[in-house]
């Protein structure tokens, strides 16, 4: 049974109109001991066939160590966009519920190559000397964690000192517990050093993740 219905494929045929440039979807995934990296597979497939922009390149995550090591990516499902470069954009689990909107969106941003923010925060983007890792713990059901997720996602399209990351909790309880996730959306900027709770606008949210560097 498809996980995309046929009306929702329609709109995001819609959605998809806005692609501009070609975007590859790196997968990473494994056979076992991964439950959601079978719907995720299965996801990406049905997502990617609505557009002849869209490319599925799929990577055992024990067999590929290499392609793993050069995308820095250290637990699956994982998810990895490249539109004109690759980008600091990245989702650890499952894009399921509220979250399949923000990858529809990033998809867009990524063909582009450009996203929405305003002049204040791209100028402080470009001060920018230290890396910074953002990852944006979520659920399914949580309404406004897509907008923390976009608002992270946007700021490392546009600064390649940014890695941004939107992470399942219930696919990744050991994050969740480490970093004492009993909310969602709940924003962790390198490590800790930074914590976000719940939803800020976009220049109080540059503020704090800004913080770390």
Request: glycine share 4%; proline share 5%; with cysteine.
């Amino acid at each position: 049974m498809p996980l995309i219905s046929d009306e929702n494929k329609k709109q995001i045929q819609e959605i998809f109109q806005k692609l501009t440039n070609k975007v590859i979807i790196h997968f990473f995934t494994q056979e076992f001991e991964c439950e959601s990296c079978k719907a995720a597979h299965e996801l990406l497939q049905e997502l990617t066939a609505l557009s002849d922009k869209l490319e599925l390149k799929v990577y055992d995550f024990l067999k590929d160590q290499e392609s793993a090591k050069k995308f820095e990516i250290d637990k699956i499902p994982a998810i990895v966009l490249e539109g004109q470069k690759v980008y600091g954009i990245r989702f650890f689990g499952i894009p399921s519920g509220y979250e399949f909107a923000a990858l529809l969106e990033d998809l867009v941003d990524v063909s582009k190559g450009i996203t929405e923010l305003s002049l204040e925060t791209i100028s402080q983007l470009n001060t920018l000397i230290k890396h910074l890792h953002i990852q944006v713990f979520t659920t399914p059901t949580c309404p406004y964690c897509p907008i923390m997720v976009r608002m992270a996602h946007k700021l490392a399209l546009m600064s390649e000192r940014i890695k941004a990351d939107m992470v399942a909790s219930i696919e990744f309880p050991h994050l969740a517990s480490k970093y004492s996730v009993l909310g969602v959306p709940k924003t962790i900027v390198n490590d800790g050093a930074v914590e976000i709770d719940g939803v800020l606008p976009e220049p109080a949210f540059v503020q704090q993740v800004m913080r770390a560097a």
